[in-house]
């Protein structure tokens, strides 16, 4: 079932493995741990891992960084520039989402003294 | 048992999914639809059409200026967001839990710090200003400004940190990024053409090009100091415990 083919095309396309191995690690954490923190710890590696899949598919063999300067040769190769501001601007987002979620675990653990989900839901 | 169960589920997925990017365009081929549609484009009229010698810049604030100003907006909102459920801090009321317990930080990292703070807020303002035409731009200079702030408060007390970044001047800088997005915007809108456009009709093409970069310049100033002034504000506002 698996062949040299098959290696050779997963390793061509090792970032998309990468990236998909860490959601899965994402993933388990998410359903996994019962700390809250962990939990959102797995969220995050998940983002980053949705973050390496979209800016692997922007490069170009050979291409340079998509900027006009002194030095740019005539015809030149540049590497794909809408994932990079897809990225930038998604982790500004993501920033966003923890800092959100840290300040609503740090209220509940002033009001119920604990981060441990499945002590949260005896609590009611 | 549910770890194991969970373990062969997600490794059940993990073949699933293997086996579907295995299926798409190896990287960095130029035949990808990622880069055949629009981007040869962006690439070959970016300088003249978008302003900006970096193609990035280019797509950011000017193809995809909505998606940008949302999400400068976002980041805005996430703010009053944790603002409203932790509350504002107050240098008469409040303190950090590091300061409470009393630990110090040794010679060697307070003057570290003392020393390269400056620089690094110096080093901040440089990469805000160079957007344009280098790699950089509003919110990575933003990161870098908010990260400035955390490790001046980290390494030395909080209420000096309250005493150095007031209150008061960072609600008033905290709005910038959406404010200068807007105001540069809206002033296309004056003229009977599209908001974010950045046209200004009747000028020569050498002034329109000139304006366009003075107002990306613009947005990227107005990002940089709202960006670092929002991460600051948000890490205070967490950071503080009651006296």
Same mark, same amino acid.
Request: charged share 15%; aromatic share 10%; with cysteine.
């Given at each position: 079932?698996?062949?040299?083919?098959?290696?050779?095309?997963?390793?061509?396309?090792?970032?998309?493995?990468?990236?998909?191995?860490?959601?899965?690690?994402?993933?388990?954490?998410?359903?996994?741990?019962?700390?809250?923190?962990?939990?959102?710890?797995?969220?995050?590696?998940? *983002?980053?891992?949705?973050?390496?899949?979209?800016?692997?598919?922007?490069?170009? *063999?050979?291409?340079?960084?998509?900027?006009?300067?002194?030095?740019?040769?005539?015809?030149?190769?540049?590497?794909?520039?809408?994932?990079? $501001?897809?990225?930038?601007?998604?982790?500004?987002?993501?920033?966003?989402?923890? $800092?959100?979620?840290?300040?609503?675990?740090?209220?509940?653990?002033?009001?119920?003294?604990?981060?441990?989900?499945?002590?949260?839901? *005896?609590?009611? | 048992?549910?770890?194991?169960?969970?373990?062969?589920?997600?490794?059940?997925?993990?073949?699933?999914?293997?086996?579907?990017?295995?299926?798409?365009?190896?990287?960095?081929?130029?035949?990808?639809?990622? /880069?055949?549609?629009?981007?040869?484009?962006?690439?070959?009229?970016?300088?003249?059409?978008?302003?900006?010698?970096?193609?990035?810049?280019?797509?950011?604030?000017?193809?995809?200026?909505?998606?940008?100003?949302?999400?400068?907006?976002?980041?805005?909102?996430?703010?009053?967001?944790?603002?409203? #459920?932790?509350?504002?801090?107050?240098?008469?009321?409040? /303190?950090?839990?590091?300061?409470? #317990?009393?630990?110090?930080?040794?010679?060697?990292?307070? =003057?570290?710090?003392?020393?390269?703070?400056?620089?690094?807020?110096?080093?901040?303002?440089?990469?805000?200003?160079?957007?344009?035409?280098?790699?950089?731009?509003?919110?990575?200079?933003?990161?870098?400004?908010?990260? =400035?702030?955390?490790?001046?408060?980290?390494?030395?007390?909080?209420?000096?940190?309250?005493?150095?970044?007031?209150?008061?001047?960072?609600?008033?800088?905290?709005?910038?990024?959406?404010?200068?997005?807007?105001?540069?915007?809206?002033?296309?809108?004056?003229?009977?053409?599209?908001?974010? /456009?950045?046209?200004?009709?009747?000028?020569?093409? #050498? /002034?329109?090009?000139?304006?366009?970069?003075?107002?990306?310049?613009?947005?990227?100033?107005?990002?940089?100091?709202?960006?670092?002034?929002?991460?600051? =504000?948000?890490?205070?506002?967490?950071?503080?415990?009651?006296?």
């Amino acid at each position: 079932m698996i062949n040299n083919e098959i290696i050779a095309k997963a390793y061509s396309s090792i970032n998309y493995v990468v990236a998909v191995t860490l959601f899965c690690i994402g993933l388990y954490a998410l359903i996994i741990k019962p700390n809250l923190i962990k939990k959102f710890m797995g969220l995050n590696i998940i *983002e980053t891992s949705v973050f390496l899949f979209i800016i692997s598919s922007g490069l170009v *063999e050979g291409g340079i960084a998509p900027i006009y300067t002194k030095t740019t040769p005539a015809n030149p190769v540049f590497v794909n520039p809408i994932p990079q $501001a897809l990225i930038l601007t998604a982790i500004v987002v993501a920033v966003s989402t923890t $800092a959100l979620a840290l300040s609503l675990m740090i209220k509940l653990y002033d009001q119920c003294g604990t981060l441990n989900a499945n002590k949260l839901k *005896e609590l009611r | 048992m549910k770890r194991i169960l969970t373990f062969f589920i997600l490794f059940l997925l993990w073949l699933l999914m293997v086996s579907a990017v295995l299926a798409l365009p190896p990287i960095g081929s130029e035949t990808t639809p990622v /880069t055949t549609h629009v981007i040869p484009r962006y690439l070959e009229q970016g300088v003249e059409e978008a302003g900006a010698e970096n193609i990035v810049t280019c797509v950011i604030l000017n193809y995809r200026g909505y998606d940008t100003m949302g999400e400068v907006t976002v980041i805005f909102c996430a703010l009053i967001a944790v603002l409203a #459920v932790v509350g504002r801090e107050d240098p008469k009321l409040h /303190t950090s839990k590091v300061d409470l #317990v009393g630990i110090k930080e040794s010679v060697i990292v307070k =003057s570290v710090v003392r020393f390269l703070a400056p620089f690094i807020m110096l080093f901040a303002v440089y990469i805000m200003l160079h957007g344009k035409e280098s790699p950089g731009g509003g919110f990575q200079a933003g990161a870098i400004l908010g990260a =400035s702030i955390i490790i001046y408060t980290m390494t030395f007390s909080y209420e000096l940190a309250l005493s150095k970044f007031f209150v008061k001047v960072r609600t008033l800088m905290e709005g910038a990024g959406p404010i200068a997005f807007f105001a540069c915007g809206v002033v296309a809108l004056f003229y009977n053409q599209n908001f974010l /456009t950045y046209i200004i009709p009747g000028l020569d093409p #050498v /002034t329109q090009t000139a304006m366009r970069s003075l107002m990306i310049e613009i947005i990227e100033v107005g990002i940089g100091i709202g960006g670092g002034t929002v991460i600051s =504000s948000i890490f205070l506002a967490m950071e503080k415990v009651e006296k």
